[in-house]
């Protein structure tokens, strides 16, 4: 079930395939008879999938059907958020402790018993959530399956990621002019925007799509972990006097804003690289090396497949090779020794010169 397109493969009937493919991640995981808390935040990982290619062919497949798409696929994901959510609380104060003091090891021991408690609570109030997601899930499905698409194939991955990458750079922008939860939270969304439409695209050229992949999950794992302060903060707030004393909400408040500080300091130069390119020039950018990786794709296709021969080229290639043959040589036969006979020594008395006989 990989997460990409093929490159031979119509993006409507890649696109079907792949959101297919993740919603069976998510029946499988949430239908499993002993469900458990990774397996709520799998099928969550899915449905972000899902949005995220939804949101590249939004060209294509209209404003209108994304928008209701989208909608109703974001709803089934917060119906499960609350059984993921505190997990990651509980996970995002031990990684606070890790990096902070060990002398305040009595404000971070106060939250973790408020956590498990307020856990334990919920947990027995989940009641048939996840039922009701499969429930809605089936829809969504049923609509993927007839979604209509417009225009070419290049043209809905230029636009497409023209939009995503646009998005990006503002809401970068905004973050750092605003320094706010939410506005480092939407820099975030539009960061795993970027990292999953990547993959989809990784088939044209894997390891320069991977290398972009990899750094945008990079970067949304500093946001998020941003974001996990922000949730922990938040939830700080929401807790009366009673629960948490209100030296310890303090301290863990000031040791989770310092937190946030470094991460978001790390993040900017990460952003800037990231997005250094103007969204038209790199949305064309991957729109020609996409046509050109499925005109290698088929021309290496062709030179590894076998040629094809019918009758006529085989009597034609045989009477050429007639014409063309070279004449066969003599056959070797044994030779018969020469008999060698000297030539008879003439007679001396012709040779020599006449004597005179006068006495």
């Known amino acids: 079930m990989a997460y990409r397109y093929k490159l031979q493969e119509p993006v409507p009937k890649g696109t079907r395939r792949i959101a297919r493919d993740q919603i069976e991640i998510v029946r499988t995981k949430l239908g499993a008879p002993r469900r458990s808390e990774s397996a709520v935040h799998e099928s969550r ?4 999938r899902v949005r995220a290619l939804l949101r590249l062919v939004r060209p294509a497949i209209g404003d209108k059907s994304f928008s209701a798409l989208n ?15 505190r997990q990651v609380l509980l996970e ?17 021991s106060a939250l973790k018993r408020v956590i498990k408690d ?14 009701v997601a499969l429930t809605r899930l089936e829809t969504v499905g049923k609509r993927l399956s007839k979604l209509s698409f417009s225009g070419t194939d290049s043209d809905c991955i230029e636009q ?35 990292w999953r439409q990547m993959q989809l695209l990784g088939s044209a050229w894997p390891s320069m799509f991977a290398s972009r992949a990899e750094a945008g999950r990079q970067l949304s794992q500093l946001l998020g972990d941003d974001h996990d302060l922000s949730v922990l903060m938040a939830f700080i707030d929401s807790l009366s006097p009673k629960s948490l004393r209100g030296a310890h909400a303090k301290t863990i408040r000031r040791l989770a804003g310092r937190r ?17 390119e103007k969204p038209g020039s790199f949305a064309k950018r991957i729109r020609r090396t996409w046509e050109a990786a499925i005109q290698l794709n088929g021309k290496s296709r062709k030179s590894m497949e076998p040629r094809k021969t019918t ?34 020594r003439p007679k001396a008395s012709s040779l020599a010169p006449r004597k005179d006989r006068r006495h």
Request: proline share 4%.
């Open 45 to 48: 990982k899915s449905l972000k």
């Open 71 to 85: 909608a109703e696929i974001r709803d089934i994901s917060a119906l499960l958020s609350p059984v993921r959510d």
């Open 92 to 108: 995002t104060l031990l990684n606070l402790e890790e990096a902070s003091n060990s002398s305040h090891k009595a404000a971070f």
């Open 118 to 131: 307020k856990q334990r609570a919920k947990k027995r109030a989940d009641g048939g959530v996840t039922t």
């Open 160 to 194: 497409g990621l023209r939009v995503s990458v646009g998005r990006a750079r503002r809401q970068m922008r905004r973050a750092f002019e605003e320094n706010t939860d939410e506005a480092f939270h939407e820099w975030r969304k539009a960061a795993q925007l970027h």
């Open 260 to 276: 946030q500080k470094e991460l978001r300091a790390v993040a900017k130069p990460h952003g800037l690289i990231l997005f250094a």
């Open 311 to 344: 009758k006529a080229t085989r009597s034609v290639s045989r009477g050429n090779a007639k014409k063309t043959a070279k004449p066969k040589a003599a056959p070797r036969t044994k030779s018969t020794p020469v008999k060698r006979t000297r030539a008879p």
